[in-house]
Each structure stands twice: as C-alpha cells, then as structure tokens.
T-cell receptor, first 113, second 110 residues
Framework: EPEVTQTPSHQVTQMGQEVILRCVPISNHLYFYWYRQILGQKVEFLVSFYNNEISEKSEIFDDQFSVERPDGSNFTLKIRSTKLEDSAMYFC???????????FGPGTRLTVL | GQNIDQPTEMTATEGAIVQINCTYQTSGFNGLFWYQQHAGEAPTFLSYNVLDGLEEKGRFSSFLSRSKGYSYLLLKELQMKDSASYLCAVLNNAGNMLTFGGGTRLMVKP
C-alpha cells in the first residue's frame, strides 16, 4: 500500500541552526501539506502546496519557513533559524483531490536545544 | 476564524458504544474529517462527511449536521486498541486547509 514517508524520524538541532525536513508524498498525489504538533497540543496547519506553489499558509508559517518540491518526488520544509518553540512533531501529508482523504506521514520529531 | 470544540477525555468499557461530539464555528466549510491518533504516531483517516447525515464504515460511524455545526463519531463494540485520541477537523472552502480540534482522548477499560 502506498504511503507518505518522512526523514529523518528525529532531528536534534541547536537554536539558530537551519533544518530541512524531507517528505516523499504518495506518487500520484497532487496536493501536499505540512502540519506540526507540539507535544500534548493539537495538530496545527502550516502550509499547503499545489502546482508548484503555496496555496494557503497559516500565521505560524512566517519568513523563517519555506517549502520546496525540488524534483518529482520530494517535498521539503526548511526552517531557516530554529527557535526553541519550533520543537514539535512535523507531519507531511498528501492527497489526490481536494475532497479526498489526506494521508499523513509518520512525522519528524524536531528538538531544538 | 475557526473554532472547533471536542471533549478533552472520555472513558468507556470494552464492548460498549461511545459517541464523541464535535462542534464547529468556521468561516468556511467544505467537509469534516475524523482521524484517529495513537500516542506518538501520525493521524490516520477514519471518515469524511460533506453532506448531512450518517456515514457508516464497519464499527465506526460519523454524523454531520451543517446547520447546527455539529458532528459526532460513534464507535461500536469497543476494543482495547481503540484507546487513542480522536481528532475532528474541518476543511475550508478552498479545500486547501484542515483545521483540527484539540482531540478527544478515549480510554477503553476492560
């Protein structure tokens, strides 16, 4: 069964460092998303991406964040200068159509020290 | 703005039926999703409602009333493995953003 994959599963970084979180969405999906979940809190939308551009972003997704689809398979989230409060689980998701199910990847746990 | 409310915790007995409610007030609506999330894992899809009424899928059913801004997830014949958080999420008009509620942590006891 096709699935969304994410690497790494856990990333530890120092405050102020750049991180890149990687995702491989399901191959025939057209819409891509990043969410985050701070420990013990709700899942929060960050950004959606379609047709090689951002289609929606939340207030959390400020200038420190960027997304890219560098080739036909990868979808990345970059945090330019990490802060302590960026520590969270980051989930990538993809879907085929607008009203179809979003499939979530297993997540990357980001720890900022 | 988006406001999605669910009870924080519920407890039920193995073999029983439990109903998890979700109310929402959102500026747009293009459907409501229910997800299950075990601790430390990703959300997994349970159901999607875009029209009023009941959708049944095995032991799980989900109901939607758009006029009342209300949905529920019904779990029948509870099993221990159903202990998890259940997340209600609303899709915006453009269909490009899911807003999640805080989740309901369900504990199933023997």
């Amino acid at each position: 069964e096709p699935e969304v994959t994410q690497t790494p599963s856990h990333q530890v970084t120092q405050m102020g460092q750049e991180v890149i979180l990687r995702c491989v969405p399901i191959s025939n999906h057209l819409y891509f998303y990043w969410y985050r979940q701070i420990l013990g809190q709700k899942v929060e939308f960050l950004v959606s991406f379609y047709n090689n551009e951002i289609s929606e972003k939340s207030e959390i997704f400020d200038d420190q964040f960027s997304v890219e689809r560098p080739d036909g398979s990868n979808f990345t989230l970059k945090i330019r200068s990490t802060k302590l409060e960026d520590s969270a689980m980051y989930f990538c998701a993809s879907r085929w159509g607008l009203q179809s199910e979003q499939f979530f990847g297993p997540g990357t746990r980001l720890t900022v020290l | 703005g988006q406001n999605i409310d669910q009870p924080t915790e519920m407890t039920a007995t193995e073999g029983a039926i439990v109903q998890i409610n979700c109310t929402y007030q959102t500026s747009g609506f293009n459907g409501l999703f229910w997800y299950q999330q075990h601790a430390g894992e990703a959300p997994t899809f349970l159901s999607y409602n875009v029209l009023d009424g009941l959708e049944e899928k095995g032991r799980f059913s989900s109901f939607l009333s758009r006029s009342k801004g209300y949905s529920y997830l019904l779990l029948k014949e509870l099993q221990m493995k159903d202990s998890a958080s259940y997340l209600c999420a609303v899709l915006n008009n453009a269909g490009n953003m899911l807003t999640f509620g805080g989740g309901t942590r369900l504990m199933v006891k023997p």
